[in-house]
Nanobody, 114 residues
């Protein structure tokens, strides 16, 4: 059984920052892929940032240079530091993990006002 619990969403003005956290419990280990997706109203869920077990990362072009994914293996937690937020970053952000199967968190709302 794997559980992913996100926190850190909220309302912020454009140009501001937020840090999302996702704590994994169950059989998710440092060698497993973890990351973040988001879904805006009326749009498909899209990749934001992902970190493979070896530590390599991939970012969506729209967030490169503004968002940073990191991981604390001791706490089994993945973070998403979001800087210089834009209104188009408004979405529900979902934590993702993969070990044999894909697992999703419940989502946390991020709203960026202009």
């Amino acid at each position: 059984q794997v559980q992913l619990v996100e926190s850190g969403g909220g309302l912020v003005q454009a140009g501001g920052s937020l840090r999302l956290s996702c704590a994994a419990s169950g059989r998710i280990f440092s060698g497993n892929t973890m990351g973040w997706y988001r879904q805006a109203p009326g749009k498909q869920r899209e990749l934001v940032a992902i970190m493979l077990g070896g530590g390599s990362t991939t970012y969506a072009d729209s967030v490169k240079g503004r968002f940073t994914i990191s991981r604390d293996n001791a706490k089994n937690t993945v973070y998403l530091q979001m800087n210089n937020l834009k209104p188009e970053d408004t979405a529900v952000y979902y934590c993702y993990a993969f070990r044999v199967n894909a697992y999703w968190g419940q989502g946390t709302q991020v709203t960026v006002s202009s």
